[in-house]
């Protein structure tokens, strides 16, 4: 049986951060990342970095749903609609970014949490006035379940009001 170790590496949108990635490592002596954690870091990379649908497709299950307790999310019931969503926020607010403040995989539930805050200024067209010129930094986790190596559903915890306000959009 394999031995788990910790390592820390930096893990930067913009923002200095890094996290700690749990490796196992194998009677040989190898080292690999748990697989699922490998995936939920290459989706939030890809999610948050305005990919797309088309970036993120490919660690997702076709069908997988998103959830979200957020009024600007209220009709967003895919995972598709939620990362192509992602996408366009990145037009009124192309400074976006993110900091990862933490990240951690439940293996026994098989599923993957990222706690990160994401930074921006309305100064791009679009949103629902004329750039307002105000920022935003925005606390958000995503809960990310998989089925096999693919996220099946992504919940995301997020209080838009605030976020509204933040950026004179409410």
Same mark, same amino acid.
């Given at each position: @049986?394999?031995?788990?170790?910790?390592?820390?590496?930096?893990?930067?949108?913009?923002?200095?951060?890094?996290? +700690?990635?749990?490796?196992?490592?194998?009677?040989?002596? &190898?080292?690999? @990342?748990?697989?699922?954690?490998?995936?939920?870091?290459?989706?939030? +990379?890809?999610?948050?970095?305005?990919?797309?649908?088309? #970036?993120?497709?490919?660690?997702? +299950?076709?069908?997988?749903?998103?959830?979200?307790?957020?009024?600007?999310?209220? &009709?967003?019931?895919?995972?598709?609609?939620?990362?192509?969503? @992602?996408?366009?926020?990145?037009?009124?607010?192309?400074? #976006?970014?993110?900091?990862?403040?933490?990240?951690?995989?439940?293996?026994?539930? +098989?599923?993957?949490?990222?706690?990160?805050?994401?930074?921006?200024?309305?100064?791009?067209?679009?949103?629902?006035?004329?750039?307002?010129?105000?920022?935003? &930094?925005?606390?958000?986790?995503?809960? @990310? &379940?998989?089925?096999?190596?693919?996220?099946?559903?992504?919940?995301?915890?997020?209080?838009? #009001?605030?976020?509204?306000?933040?950026?004179?959009?409410?």
């Amino acid at each position: @049986m394999g031995r788990t170790i910790t390592a820390v590496r930096p893990f930067v949108s913009g923002v200095k951060s890094s996290f +700690h990635t749990k490796f196992i490592t194998s009677s040989k002596g &190898e080292i690999t @990342m748990n697989p699922i954690t490998s995936v939920a870091m290459k989706f939030f +990379h890809a999610c948050e970095t305005g990919k797309g649908w088309e #970036g993120c497709r490919q660690y997702c +299950h076709p069908d997988a749903t998103f959830a979200a307790q957020a009024e600007p999310l209220a &009709e967003v019931r895919s995972l598709q609609q939620y990362t192509d969503w @992602m996408k366009g926020t990145l037009t009124p607010i192309p400074d #976006g970014r993110y900091e990862l403040r933490s990240f951690a995989t439940d293996e026994d539930r +098989h599923s993957v949490c990222a706690y990160g805050v994401f930074y921006g200024t309305h100064s791009g067209p679009g949103g629902p006035c004329p750039p307002t010129g105000k920022s935003l &930094e925005s606390d958000y986790v995503y809960v @990310m &379940e998989f089925d096999g190596d693919k996220i099946r559903r992504m919940t995301k915890i997020w209080n838009a #009001g605030i976020a509204m306000k933040q950026l004179g959009w409410a």
